[in-house]
């Protein structure tokens, strides 16, 4: 299974995400790691994402061959993370046909009711935990 991580920024949750991920790539599967800038994908590459790529193309690109893809929940939103997220980027994630896996961070101008105000750590957990059961259920 190819599972996209994107994230922007510092690529810090990405990062996090990919460390708990990298025991995936010895059964076969494949993380790439798309940051919206440089830095975000270099953080993803040294975390040890398979393949990494920068920017709105390949965010689009890449959402089109995902099974999976995870990242902070702003990357669904135009104008989020800092005005990261262009409209382009956050149409490819919502059309895509793969299952979104999205951490709920309040920073990105929304707030999602019925979350728990609670430490990324075990957000990051969550997701991997969800991530590992789409793959056992595939």
């Not at 708990?20 to 076969?28: A, N, R, Y």
């Not at 193309?57 to 990357?75: H, L, S, T, V």
């Not at 956050?90 to 105000?117: E, F, H, M, Q, R």
């Amino acid at each position: 299974m190819n599972i996209l991580i994107i994230d922007s920024q510092g690529g810090g949750v990405g990062k996090s995400l990919i460390e708990k991920l990298t025991f995936l790539k010895d059964k076969g599967h494949i993380l790439t790691a798309v940051g919206t800038n440089a830095n975000a994908t270099a953080a993803m590459l040294k975390a040890g994402a398979t393949y990494g790529a920068t920017g709105e193309a390949a965010i689009e690109y890449n959402c089109r061959k995902a099974q999976i893809i995870a990242g902070p929940i702003g990357i669904i939103f135009t104008h989020a993370m800092h005005g990261e997220i262009t409209s382009k980027i956050a149409a490819a994630i919502t059309a895509s046909d793969a299952v979104k896996v999205l951490l709920p961070i309040n920073k990105c101008g929304a707030y999602i009711t019925g979350i728990v105000d609670r430490p990324l750590a075990r957000d990051i957990d969550e997701a991997v935990g969800v991530i590992e059961n789409i793959i056992q259920n595939a």
